[in-house]
């Protein structure tokens, strides 16, 4: 057995959200110790993405200093079938998230941590929870085992560490999805003339239809400085094996697909990545947030919003870090790392947070997203719609004629459209 | 006194994730990390593999910009005790001459260490010149394409060694100190562990020369010290395969192969047998 030390907080997982609480609990003075297992901190994000800045200015009082690319102004919302296409192109009148990659803007929140004296211990992967009697006594990392008054599991999604103790269920397919990335590389002024923007200006647009293979789940591209983040996230279901195997197909036909390729032609393709991420967040959420010496943050604890057109996982895995970091304060400060206490101090204001009432008011549009036919039928519904409307012979159809005519073309029920256009209309 | 041993290690661009910039002819080296070049995981590990039978203390030592710490942690990490970064902004520019120089003199310096190891090669420049300079300057043996270190006797001053080579082994005795390559592949470099790290942390074994305190003439590093000059860096260009396949017997794929071959120009039929066209 190795030689042991002793820390105030030892947080598993330089992610955003373990990042975050070793952070603010080194900040307010605690001997910290966070393990990451790749090369550095956020080695193993998956790069590029959108962050919804308005949580994190409470996080971080420098948040302008983050390695952030892009202020995203547009929206923009595709159906694509054939060479039909509908989109929804919005500009916002104010930005309020901002794209980064996620590598780099972990890596700025970890800095910080190192700062404020934090340890940092990165290709380390830790193989298990310390228990004993059921309490969470600290870290096993191969031959070494070292102890901690708490433990802040910032795992991510593929949470091992919890299974493996027996503090969560083992995910089914149904609670997640799977997540492909490339980046192209393209320069600043391409990307700025080909997607309309100004200087500066970002853009994140969402995709469904053929480009998922009409599996449901949806395709994205966000522009950074001087590469785009192109992708997509397909729910697991049933279909895991066969998605994991087709996911990098329909990755190459998102960027080659004849209407949007002309949008990536000349880009280098610098990196590509496949990641899981959580699909059904209420399911996934482990029964509590704290127990008897540790407390869980970030997606490890469920904590993300995929609303199909939004998809919250980086401010919300920062901010459940920076409770966490408040409420272990107040739990060690008292001198008690109970479960009743870490409860009290950091799980309780997580379910009083936007966070958890979000995920909660969602959990029915999740339920409704999660309908193969909003992946299919519905958007040929839309397509058709249009497609009546505008493209006119001699007969000019009314608008209700023209949507009833497409419903039946893809026996759609009109009063099950109706009632799921409505429950999906009521979510946003 | 116990056994002392150095391990030279090379702070590189990772090549692996380099790509060529076929129109400027440079390396793309924007955001590639830096890793400890592999080959000298082998030595280290050769290093500790001693230190696992006769105890004694390795140190590392490199010569690099500074944010070559982060290659010192990691080897502190699979547990070598300390570690020397000689860094100077005259040091910068040197061809292997001047690196083999100031690496040379730094070891001098901290004393000369019972064994010396190095990698076998870099995987950015790849002269395997270091060891073999370093081992001159210093009028040392040098052994190279080594794998196993089978004895070490410091009392009488030797140390036996096995070499890999193509087709056989070799053993070597060798008088102590000798400098050692170790052969490429030829160790499985041991995982990091948590409680170095946590020495590393801890302790911060770690010493830092500058030519302050080696005091050598600036004439004899850095870009100054060194008399290579490249001329010309050029890349070989991916040929394009043409992936075909063919099923069958072996015998028929042997004449469908010749006859492809033929057709590429590639075999040529002379005095009724096939040559290798020469280019
Ligand atoms: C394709 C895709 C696109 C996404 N896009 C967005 C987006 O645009 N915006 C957004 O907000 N969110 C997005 N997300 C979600 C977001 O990435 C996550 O919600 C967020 O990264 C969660 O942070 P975390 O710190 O909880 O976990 P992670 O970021 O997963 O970090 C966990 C860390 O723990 C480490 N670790 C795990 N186990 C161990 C161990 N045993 N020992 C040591 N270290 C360990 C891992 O190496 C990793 O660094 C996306 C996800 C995917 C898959
Ligand atoms: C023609 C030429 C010009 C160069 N010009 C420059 C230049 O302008 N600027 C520049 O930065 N570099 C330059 N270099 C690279 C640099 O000088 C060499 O890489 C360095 O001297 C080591 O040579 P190598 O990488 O071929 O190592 P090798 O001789 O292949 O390495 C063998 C072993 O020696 C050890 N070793 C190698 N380098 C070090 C080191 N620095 N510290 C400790 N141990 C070491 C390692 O154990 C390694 O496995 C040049 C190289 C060449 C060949």
Redesign the pocket.
């Known amino acids: 057995m190795g030689q042991s030390a002793e820390f105030d907080a030892i947080v598993v997982g330089a992610g955003p959200a373990g990042a975050t609480a070793a952070y603010h609990l080194a900040k307010r003075g605690f001997n910290v110790l966070l393990v990451e297992r790749g090369r550095g901190a956020g080695s193993k994000q998956v790069f590029g993405g959108r962050i919804y800045a308005e949580p994190l200015r409470e996080v971080f009082d420098d948040l302008d200093k983050a390695p952030i690319h892009r202020w995203v102004r547009r929206e923009r919302f595709t159906i694509l079938d054939g060479d039909r296409e509908l989109t929804l192109d919005f500009r916002a009148g104010a930005s309020t998230s901002f794209t980064a990659y996620l590598t780099q803007f972990t890596q700025w929140i970890a800095q910080k941590a190192v700062d404020a004296g934090a340890v940092l211990a990165d290709e380390v992967r830790v193989d298990g929870l310390w228990l004993d009697g059921g309490r969470v006594r600290g870290i096993v990392a191969g031959p070494d085992r070292v102890a901690a008054r708490v433990v802040i599991v910032a795992e991510g999604v593929n949470r091992l560490l919890l299974e493996r103790a027996g503090f969560v269920h083992r995910a089914s397919p149904r609670e997640l999805a799977l997540g492909v990335k490339e980046v192209i590389k393209l320069d600043k002024k391409t990307i700025e003339e080909r997607f309309g923007l100004e200087e500066g200006e970002g853009l994140a647009w969402v995709l469904l239809g053929e480009v998922t293979d009409f599996i449901p789940g949806g395709a994205f591209v966000y522009t950074n400085r001087d590469t785009l983040s192109v992708g997509l996230v397909v729910h697991l279901g049933g279909a895991y094996q066969l998605l994991r195997d087709q996911v990098h197909v329909l990755a190459e036909r998102l960027r080659t697909h004849p209407r949007l390729s002309r949008f990536f032609e000349g880009g280098d393709i610098m990196e590509y990545s496949a990641h899981m991420t959580i699909e059904d967040s209420v399911g996934y959420m482990p029964e509590h947030f704290a127990y008897d010496g540790m407390v869980i943050v970030g997606d490890a604890a469920g904590l993300l919003l995929n609303t199909g057109l939004t998809i919250r996982g980086v401010d919300y895995a920062a901010y459940s870090g920076y409770l966490a970091a408040k409420g272990v304060e107040r739990a060690l400060s008292e001198g008690d790392a109970s479960a009743e206490a870490l409860r009290r101090h950091y799980e309780v204001p997580l379910r009083e947070s936007f966070i958890y009432r979000d995920l909660m008011r969602h959990r029915g549009a999740s339920y409704a997203m999660k309908n193969p036919r909003m992946f299919r039928e519905y958007p040929r519904v839309a397509l058709d719609t249009l497609e009546e409307i505008y493209t006119l012979g001699r007969e000019t159809p009314l608008p209700h004629e023209a949507l009833a005519r497409a419903l039946s073309r893809n026996r759609v029920g009109f009063a099950e459209f109706a009632l799921r256009m409505l429950k999906v209309v009521m979510s946003l | 006194m116990s056994l002392e041993m150095m391990?030279?290690?090379?702070?590189?661009p990772n090549t692996q994730n380099v790509r060529f910039d076929p129109k400027t002819g440079t390396l793309i080296r924007e955001g590639v990390p830096s890793i400890v070049?592999p080959?000298?995981l082998d030595?280290v590990e050769l290093a500790l593999k001693v230190k696992d039978t006769y105890g004694g203390r390795v140190r590392v030592?490199?010569?690099?910009p500074p944010s070559a710490v982060k290659g010192i942690e990691h080897v502190i990490g699979m547990g070598v005790d300390a570690g020397v970064l000689?860094t100077d902004r005259v040091f910068?520019?040197?061809?292997?001459l001047?690196?083999?120089y100031v690496?040379s003199q730094a070891i001098k310096k901290l004393g000369l260490p019972d064994l010396l190891?190095?990698?076998?090669?870099?995987i950015?420049?790849?002269?395997?010149?270091?060891?073999a300079?370093?081992a001159s300057w210093l009028d040392l043996p040098y052994v190279y394409y080594v794998d196993r270190v089978e004895e070490v006797n410091r009392e009488e001053g030797y140390a036996v060694v096995r070499r890999k080579l193509e087709d056989r082994y070799e053993w070597v005795r060798v008088e102590l100190p000798a400098v050692i390559?170790a052969a490429l592949k030829s160790q499985v470099p041991r995982p990091v562990r948590l409680s170095e790290k946590l020495r590393f942390h801890r302790d911060k074994p770690l010493q830092t020369l500058t030519n302050k305190d080696l005091g050598l003439d600036p004439r004899c590093v850095g870009?100054r010290g060194?008399p290579?000059?490249?001329a010309k860096v050029t890349w070989m260009p991916e040929v394009p395969r043409k992936r075909q396949v063919f099923k069958g017997d072996a015998r028929e794929a042997a004449r469908w192969l010749v006859k492809k071959l033929a057709e590429e120009g590639i075999l040529v039929r002379e005095d009724g047998r096939w040559r290798v066209r020469v280019a």
């Open positions: 391990v030279g290690i090379k702070w590189v070049n080959a000298d030595a030592i490199t010569m690099a000689v910068a520019g040197a061809d292997t001047a690196t083999s690496l190891f190095f990698g076998q090669e870099t950015d420049s790849s002269t395997a010149h270091i060891p300079q370093v390559a870009l060194s290579t000059i490249v």
